[in-house]
Nanobody
C-alpha cells in the first residue's frame, strides 16, 4: 500500500523548535523527490522545502532559509523537517508529497496534481 504519513506537529512558541516526520510506504526514496508544503487557513498550499531523495540536494522557500532544515533517512524511508525559531506566520497544516525524479527540487516545491500527498499534520506557532 502506498502512503505518506506525517507526524510531529503540534503547538510551539515562537523561537522554539519542532521536528516533522514524513514516512513513506510503497516508495523508495532513492528514486523520488519529497517535499514539505503548508496551507494556512484561507490561503493556498505553498512549498516550504523539498529534497532529492537520491543526492540530497534541497530547496527552501526564502522565508524559511536559515531556520528550517530538510533531511532524509533512506534506510527508514523517512524525510524530516526541522523547524527552528518558528514564527506565527509558519502556522498551518503541513503536508508531505512525493514525485518520481522527473523535475528539479525547486520544481517539486510547486504544488500540482501529479504530487502524491499525505494527510497532513497541524503546526501552530503562538505565544
Amino acid at each position: 500500500q502506498v502512503q505518506l504519513v506525517e507526524s510531529g506537529g503540534g503547538s510551539v512558541r515562537p523561537g522554539g523548535s519542532l521536528r516533522l516526520s514524513c514516512t513513506a510506504s510503497g516508495f523508495d526514496l532513492d528514486y523520488h523527490l519529497i517535499g514539505w508544503f503548508r496551507q494556512a487557513p484561507g490561503k493556498g498550499r505553498e512549498g516550504v522545502s523539498c529534497i532529492n531523495g537520491n543526492d540530497g540536494s534541497a530547496y527552501y522557500r526564502d522565508s524559511v532559509k536559515g531556520r528550517f532544515t530538510i533531511s532524509r533517512d533512506n534506510a527508514k524511508n523517512t524525510v524530516y523537517l526541522q523547524m527552528n525559531s518558528p514564527k506565527p506566520e509558519d502556522t498551518g497544516a503541513y503536508y508531505c508529497a512525493i514525485l518520481p525524479l522527473i523535475t528539479t527540487v525547486q520544481g517539486m516545491c510547486i504544488p500540482n496534481r501529479r504530487h502524491f500527498w499525505g494527510r497532513g499534520t497541524q503546526v501552530t506557532v503562538s505565544s
